[in-house]
């Protein structure tokens, strides 16, 4: 089967500037891909060269098995959802769905049905003579989506389409996206920072780093079995241990993660490491406990109403071998 | 949602060419954006860069000829003699002259602009903001010589500001400033100080538009910052306002200062016969018919521009022009 | 450019450069109106650019676009040099022969015999002033030249004008050739280094007295009434703006005498409508319109005959304007290095920029 | 910047912007007032007295019309010009890093920052040696020269508002250059354009100094004014055209600040 | 003991929007004090009132037992971190923090020592030269802080300080700042959206919605204890179960809040309430199963580990009676 959009060792390079570095890259038709890394780490890049925005500098792109280099954005079938969204201001909301089409010569009369459909898939029905002025994040956020939408392209990106909503409406929109996504089956490619989104989000997932790919795999992947330091630190919040520390505690003198639920608090002179609990944190349905323990910072999440030792006093942590995970980085 | 609306049909991935002029221009301007650019670029460039440019180095380069005393007539030799007469002591006086007035203008300008563009940017709203835009707007399209002969009436000795302070009593007053040295005269429209209220006046708009521009651009939360922190109103305004308008400020003062390096009306309407540069360089190519000295006379004006514009730059006063 | 030899149709248009007062179509005064008439006849509409100095004259004549200029004596010789004007069949002037002989042969605008132009009218520059302050008039131009108090007991600073054109330096000789004669002065327009710097001092000290010098025929007459000047050099054409608005504003001619111009019609060289200049250049010697323009202007015209009869001028309009004074007036000219009177002599740029150091102050 | 949020002008802010701004219409409520005066000749303080009679005599003199014919083209074509060429300018500086960018602003910034004077007599000297005669084009070539800039700083500032991401947005969707010239990029500088295009206006409008060296001897409507106004006859008439003018563009000037505002919110709500 | 600050019957009205109303508040010297809500709730208007950008348009503040009402804010002893930090930007990083020192005439060295040292507390000693423009994010919000801190505020305002923070940056500035604010003893109030961030930060929060204040108290408090519909459903991603569901299944006819972790899945003729499954997301420790039962959509929690029913498939719901939190509100 061939990849919706392939990278063969692309990189982007703005001067001394390594955008993107030598990527490889296949996505698969109708999964739902998350981009996740830090600022800086190149996902924008990447989405932008699958739009045709920017050339690559070197390697090449293909999407559905065509090459796109040289190819501009308005020939790629291909269409995005933008962080700002990118709405016309001087269009109402009908006119900017129907953007597309019109420059495709479709009708009038037909992108304004094929619009207020796309609408009515955003849960917007009859906003269309609104200007964007007019209506909230969460509104325009959907509006830029059935703007994308209405193109029927073949690969769907959105770069950090969630990060200006609030807490609340960021979950919606998440449930509501995947759902989208399932029932359409076009390719997405979603780009963000936040980790619990795209574990929860996406089929697969790949974790950038000062424009290179660290990790891809599907979110439990990931999460369970991060291949470097970096990924076990940046995806969850997982301790990461210095070889040297699981020498000591049972394991070989690699760099391991160790997620937080897994660990137990125990009585000070009990079995385990022993340390110092530092700050102790509210989730919710759990309590964070910071302790400090042969100079390593660790974090042990537990349920609420277990009891919680107090700031400053002595603790010992203890946690089952099978599940400190050893890394391929030494 | 629903998502049985849009399902996607299996349109190619990659369209081809839309054909035509149109389309076979974009992708090339899109492949080659230089050469966008390059095209963008030309006609502006063409207009100012070879006509404007070079005109003004056509006139540069007569600054290097010289005038024939006898016939009058230029002589098109190489030569620094214009220059030597440029610097004569009456011309240095026309020099200076100017330029302390350029320069006094300048800062009242800016002293009388800055409360205006203050309340504009930071206080009026709605029906007061358009009426304040308006204030500024009316008097930069009301003709600029009708404005300086009503100026005339208002200055000359028996105008409309001696019957005005006659009426207050204050005579006395306007009689102490005239006979003052340098500033004073017979009567106000044949002082400098006559010159100096009418290119003030002339030019205020100008130095407020910027200003406003710029006060408009600081963050209402600086000031509350800066009051937060224990900032008198008189403190955030000459730690926090202040230094953010000089961008504007030094952009108004751009107009004001040119705009006074080489007007040759106003000081020719109201004013001492003194002459000023734009006057100078009037006379010395109008009526001397010496087209060398009035382009030697013009470069002085070019050089402080060059100097300023320069400085106003590292200011970051041109985004607020 | 070869003289025209016979006159043809009209071009429908004529521009001309004059001075201000000197080509009026009853636009100022229903009574003073040559324009009007002559453009019904010949179909050639009269278009005029006023100019307040000789200078300015010669720039705009240099600039081209203009088929006539009513130049001072002060210009006419430049615009010859400067190849700026041709010369004129007085065959195609039947009135030429009326023009004054005195006027005939000027050497302001004959050169080799050869006529660049024709008389137009002549004058002195007067004193002008406020009867209000003299009830007598005064009888030298040291009023303007030197500090003092006036009659109504008042100093004359601030109070009088002078002409704001190089030209003034010629008022302050011959007001010098009364009062220094030990500085050996003959002609006004022609002065050694030592005559030229008195000259120059004694217009030093003029300027302490200035407030603003006239430039314009028009401000001065605003200034006589806005500004409280009292005295000032001027010309007739003034006094007569003054007087018809009821001012208490008279002139004089001191006891120094005064300078003066005589001006000439003279046509470019490359004037766009020669058949209508030439018949301006008729028309301009007719004695009603002689007559009418020396009572308009307070001047004197070109044509003896219409010092008679003439119902504006009066019988004794020629007189009152100086006409039998032609002698006594020193006409400007534009002063040269190689000068008649002595061995050289100042020239005229010099005296430009000397003139705009004095008014600046140096 | 929002104003500052429910707080009035201290008491001397207020006098001094209210000064300020007396002072500059004074002296333009005389200018209106010497539209009706009686007196015609020079300007008495105060008028003797008061008519309209000035309005039907301006209304007759073809002087005026013809002046006012040439300044109006003039202004248009000169504004028309700088539209483009200030558009033109703005659109590769803020699109684009280049070498040289720099200097473009600079160059565009120059014909406003040099003084009127030295436009007007460098101009006047290159047609001189090139031998070019005065006409409706010289004069044109001065005032559009000056009114790019105000074109260009408009345009510029609105360029820099609106988002890079709306052109890419156009792209993305399938619009090619030109349809994303037409349907995003002129509907959202139009205001813009639309204010400095009024103010190129008013530039030219108004401009002496640069004329007088440009336009030989054709009068525009200000050369016109010069000239009437040495002369003591019938002075209120520029006094009337004065007037006039204020009054005639009122209209646009508020319509032109309403429809830059209302531009700023809708390009700023993109976000 | 006086109270830090105290609002009785506060209300700041603009026209006919009633920003803050009626607002009765009592924050304890040296505590943590978070305002929680959504946005337009009035959670800035408060703050603005403590430190005087606002007066109120009724009712009466007082800082430490003094009123505050007609005191300009560069006299109360009160300081504001502004959410988008409001750095000078013509002043360098030492100018910035060392304002508040220059306008109250503190010479020129000594400012620079306080303020160096203010520096050194936010861990950017050495970044005095700098101009804000050349730093990052984080680097700014410290900057504010230092900057704030210099001047030793009775009170410190903070308005949403981490909001502009990405995820990362911001779990570390939360741990940093409430390590300073334990070791100043200094009372924060601290203004936010982000029921997480509250409830992990604060010692006691106030919830706010339309200018009134729903509930004010400890972390624990507000998430267990909701005493509201508005609060319950803000606050954590409780379910709230409405009044015939709640009757239906073993509770008063009352509105109720149910938290997702405490639901157990099971078996679909299992005990309990039967539901289909509509969507299930990786948490990474958890996942999060979507059920909809009787009309009403639920969110489960299950440990990560745990066998999840698949989508579209029939489960059963059920917890325990002593869980279900019954609210006051009818
Ligand atoms: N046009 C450009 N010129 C120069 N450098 C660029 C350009 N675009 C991006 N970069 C640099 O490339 C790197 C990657 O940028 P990119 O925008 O792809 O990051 P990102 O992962 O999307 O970050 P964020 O989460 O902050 O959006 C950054 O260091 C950025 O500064
Ligand atoms: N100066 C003002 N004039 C009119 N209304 C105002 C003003 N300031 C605030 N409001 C209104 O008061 C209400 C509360 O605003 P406030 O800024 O306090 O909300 P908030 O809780 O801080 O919201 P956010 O989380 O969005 O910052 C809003 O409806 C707002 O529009
Ligand atoms: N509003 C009229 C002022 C005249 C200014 N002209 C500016 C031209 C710039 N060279
Ligand atoms: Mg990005
Ligand atoms: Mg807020």
Redesign the interface.
Known sequence: MTSAVSFENVSRHFGAVRAVDAVDLDIRPGEFFAMLGPSGSGKTTCLRLIAGFEQPTGGSISIFGERAEGVPPYRRNVNTVFQDYALFPHLNVLDNVAYGLMVKGVSRAERGRQAEEALKLVQLPGYGARKPGQLSGGQRQRVALARALVNKPRVLLLDEPLGALDLKLRENMQEELKLLQRALGITFVFVTHDQGEALSMADRVAVFNDGRIMQVGAPQDIYERPQSRFVADFVGSSNVLPPEFVARHGGARRWASLRPEKIRLGEANGAGVSGTVRARSFLGATNRVTVEAEGVRLHAVVPAGLPLPDDGAETRLSWSPADLHLMEEA | MSASAVIPAHAPAILPSRGGIAGALSDTFWRRPKVLLFLMLLPPLLWLGIVYLGSLFALLLQSFFSIDEFSGLINRQFTLKTYGDLFQAANLDIIIRTVVMAASVTLASAVVAFPIAYYAARFARGKWKALFYLGIMLPLWSSYLVKIYAWKLILAKEGILTWFLDKLHLGWLLDAWLSLPYVGGNSLSVSFTGTFIVFVYVWLPYMILPIQAALERVPGNLVEASSDLGASPGQTFRNVLFPLALPGIVAGSIFTFSLTLGDYIIPQIIGTSRLFIGQAVYAQQGTAGNIPLAAAFTVVPVVIMGFYLWGAKRMGAFDAL | QEMLKELGKGEGQVNIVAWPGYIERGESDKAYDWVTSFEKQTGCKVNVKTAATSDEMVALMNEGGFDLVTASGDASLRLVAGKRVQPINTDLIPSWKTVDERLQNAPWFTVDKVHYGVPYQWGPNVLMYNTNVFKEAPKSWNIVFEPMDFPDGKPNKGRIQAYDGPIHIADASNYLMAHKPELGIKDPYELNEDQYKAALDLLRVQRTLVGRYWHDAMIQVDDFKNEGVVASGSWPFQVNLLKSEKQPIASTIPEEGATGWADTTMMHVEAAHPNCAYMWLEHSLEPKLQGDLAAWFGSNPAVPAACKGNELLGEEGCKTNGFEDFDKIKFWRTPVSKCASQSECVPYYRWVSDYIAVIGGR | ??????????L???L??AA??L???L??L??FV?AFTTEE???Q??PPGFTLDWLSVTWNRPDVWTALGLSVKVAVVSTTIAL???T??A??VS??K?FGR?V????????????????G???R??FN?ADIP?SFWTII?GH??FC??VVY?NAVARFRRT?G??V????????????TFR??IL??IGTALLAGGMLAF?LSF?E??VTTFTA??QQT??IW???E?????QRPV??V??MV??LV??LP??AA??LTREGD???G???
Chains 1, 5 share one sequence.
């Open positions: 910047m929002r104003s500052d949020r429910n707080q009035s002008a201290p001397g802010v207020k001094a912007a300020g701004l002072f500059l219409h002296p333009i005389l200018i010497y000749k020079s300007y303080w105060p483009v060429l200030g033109l300018c659109a590769a699109g684009t280049f720099e473009v602003s600079l160059l565009v910034i120059l014909p406003i920052a040099l003084p009127g004077i030295i436009t007599i460098a101009l000297s290159a040696l005065f070539l559009a020269t790019v800039v700083n988002s991401s709306l890419e947005a156009s792209m993305d969707l399938g619009a090619d250059g030109f349809q349907h995003v509907p959202n008013a108004d002496v100094i030989g001897q409507l200000p004014m010069l000239e106004l040495v002369r003591p006859r520029t006094n055209v004065a003018v204020v563009t009122f000037i508020l600040y309403y919110q809708v390009a709500s993109g976000k």
